[in-house]
DNA sequence: ACTAGGTATAGTTACAGATGTCAATCTGT
């Protein structure tokens, strides 16, 4: 049973969550949570570590104590330390902090003056209105509480792609090891690139006497068996993903697998196809009257409808079936695609790494350019440049360009848009860099016609290049902005300046029908990592593969050009 | 709890702005 790298992160951040609520030394918790971010954006898996005897405690942030804590949940699976902090603190605590204006101060007092420990608890509380009478909250606490939760509540839960990716190919990995499976394949949602994965659709062929079922439902990750059959089985992971498992004949494979790919509606309108020209379309193949006509490969259903192969991400019933049948389906952008990432950061802010050990990085990505983004003064947190110490990076970018080989450094800012609109370093400071990446960090909940205003005045700024996670959403946390993003996708095209695909986790922001419309409107957009570490360039994958939902191809990408090919292009959209 | 530098202990991305309550807590990467 492999304890992976984001179990152990979790447990990092629940343990700072409980000390918080414990009102804890600050640098403590702070302790932890660097340590569940370093864990969270590593490639390489601590428990291979451990095997290995490597030393943990060479890991920046990862001391004596730490380093111990690892090891103790790679070889037996769980962590003392937070199991005791459980029974002081009721765990179901952090679940509150999540609540949009809890922190661990009024958890805490939620807990002790109305014996608070559940979402459910809260809910109870505020409906009776009990929680006004708590000092510090009041009627319009109470009221926030109430909204947010039954939002909540009524959500189901679901995984960013990129943090369900890891357990997927765990799972992958020891299902093609049992004897007698074939092929492994993850249909559904994860196949089809979605920013969020319900549940997991697993695909399987394998010979008849294979125990693949068994073999499946024993799975050391597995916490409940929800039920098994001789060809499928559900089961519910312990980090509460749901997966089901599907054998299928090998001669069925292909049709299975696009049946099991979805989406639903694309499948009902590729149904309709074949009823029209006299075939029935199902799990088990293409079948006229009795006889199978197509199933074994996708590309054979696909053409037993008259169609070409269509890609699994743009299945969504969003054109994708007129297009191919006009043969007018786009040629999507691909990871190699990419020639560089115009959005990190470095140790100067918030990042973990220095500018050469980013550089690096970025050219081990396979990428050519890498411009350095950091965040401007008045995003305090992060450490945000004022005007001097921006200075100061841009010489040593200028310097280290001169050693460099193989790899170029951009001299970039992502700057804050102020609540006005107004970009918070000056214009004559901008018109120096390559290139100007504006977002919003604070206030993400004017109303529509400010927050679109807002957004729309910074790109008029007269340097401004990208505009960084559009819509400002983090997929478990925060709802995107309230604009009008039609609007401000055509005052790109007008303004002549770019959209970013962010490729994080939690952003993959813009999303995917937005994106479309950009395409359509003739913005290009930008992949970009958003690096805050050596590690972060892992993540482009995901914002290919949400760009390739948006039906993008390599032209539309801005970072697919070549340098010489992109300057004149972030020049244009700086007045000099 | 980590790191550095020293074999103990100090210093640790740090603070403005908003909210909503009446002083403090939460948010932001």
Redesign the pocket.
Known sequence: MPILNPDIARAFDEIADLLEIDNA?P??V???RNAARLIQGMSTDLHTMVEAGDDL?EL????????GKIVEMVTTGHCSFLEKLEKQTPPALTELLKV????????KALWHELNVETVEHLARAAREGRIRGI???????EA?ILETLQAHLAAIPRFPIAIAAPYVAALVRYLQGVPGVHRVVVAGSFRRGKDTVGDLDVLATATADSLVMTRFTTYGDVSAVLSQGPTRATVILRNKLQVDLRTVDTSAYGAALHYFTGSKTHNIAIRRLGQGIGLKVNEYGLFRGKERVAGETEESVYAAVGLPYIEPELRENRGEIEAARAGRLPKLVERVDLRGDLHSHSSA??GHHSLREMAAAAQAAGLEYLAITE?SRH?????GLDPVRLRRQMEEIDALNGELQGITLLKGVEVDIL?DGSLDLPDTLLSDLDLVVGAV?????LPSDRQTARILRAMDSPCFTILAHPSGR?LSS?KPMNVDMSRIIRHARERGCFLEINAQPERLDLVDTHIRTAKEEGVLLAVNSDA?STQGFAHLPFGIQQARRGWLEKQEVLNTRSLAELKPLLAATMVK
């Open positions: 030394n640098f403590r702070r302790a932890y405690k920046p942030g990862i001391g004596e104590d730490l380093a949009p204006g809890l922190g661990p101060k009024r958890v000092p510090g909250f009041g009627e319009k606490s926030r802010t918030d965040h995003l305090t947190i992060a450490h609540e960090h604070s206030q993400f909940d983090l925060r805050h």
